[in-house]
T-cell receptor, first 113, second 115 residues
Framework: AQSVTQPDIHITVSEGASLELRCNYS??????LFWYVQSPGQGLQLLLK??????LVQGIKGFEAEFKRSQSSFNLRKPSVHWSDAAEYFC???????????FGKGTRLHILP | KAGVTQTPRYLIKTRGQQVTLSCSPI?????VSWYQQTPGQGLQFLFE???????NKGNFPGRFSGRQFSNSRSEMNVSTLELGDSALYLC??????????????FGSGTQLSVL
């Protein structure tokens, strides 16, 4: 069964600084990988997803993620964060399209002015 | 197009009671999934319904149940409430069966407090 780990519960960065949120997955084959964001009091919104092909995936709001099979990782990056990026970020993994996806426990991002 | 609507937004119950939460998916979406979100455990998958059939189920006790109607609206029921059932319950819809096919559209959730 697949699983996903987000090692950082909280991350604090200054506005304008770069960001990297870590995600490690466990699955024998090539997984389906996702990053979702949850703003306070809201549901989750998909930032980007990886199914196959180019290992560098571009998403919405200026985010990107890189799939590294050798490290079983799918880290989320943004070159310059904005105060509005303060939210909770969830990495998720699926075995295939017709199955459920498993979410990590989330990383809460704090932005310093 | 209206988004995923969950009602009620907040709910307060006492131990031993039962509760029913409702989810109306985006028009045309046939898959509805339910999640329990707590600060310590993150999002935990409860179940998915597609065309009125339960397609997947998470590791929750039988007190948690759900159903989907012919118009794709879904309800989940929790019987004999326990303090540990206090959580944000999120519903997500998708046009297709399975959650990996394309993105899920989430509602804002129902915040359940059990006293």
């Amino acid at each position: 069964a697949q699983s996903v780990t987000q090692p950082d519960i909280h991350i604090t960065v200054s506005e304008g600084a770069s960001l990297e949120l870590r995600c490690n997955y466990s699955y024998g084959a090539t997984p389906y990988l996702f990053w979702y964001v949850q703003s306070p009091g809201q549901g989750l919104q998909l930032l980007l997803k990886y199914f196959s092909g180019d290992t560098l995936v571009q998403g919405i709001k200026g985010f990107e993620a890189e799939f590294k099979r050798s490290q079983s990782s799918f880290n989320l990056r943004k070159p310059s964060v904005h105060w509005s990026d303060a939210a909770e970020y969830f990495c998720a993994v699926g075995a295939d399209r017709d199955d459920k996806i498993i979410f990590g426990k989330g990383t809460r991002l704090h932005i310093l002015p | 197009k209206a988004g995923v609507t969950q009602t009620p937004r907040y709910l307060i119950k006492t131990r031993g009671q039962q509760v029913t939460l409702s989810c109306s998916p985006i028009s045309g979406h046939r898959s509805v999934s339910w999640y329990q979100q707590t600060p310590g455990q993150g999002l935990q998958f409860l179940f998915e319904y597609f065309s009125e059939t339960q397609r997947n189920k998470g590791n929750f006790p039988g007190r948690f149940s759900g159903r989907q109607f012919s118009n794709s609206r879904s309800e989940m029921n929790v019987s004999t409430l326990e303090l540990g059932d206090s959580a944000l319950y999120l519903c997500a819809s998708s046009p297709h069966q399975g959650q990996g096919y394309e993105k899920l559209f989430f509602g804002s959730g129902t915040q359940l407090s059990v006293l």
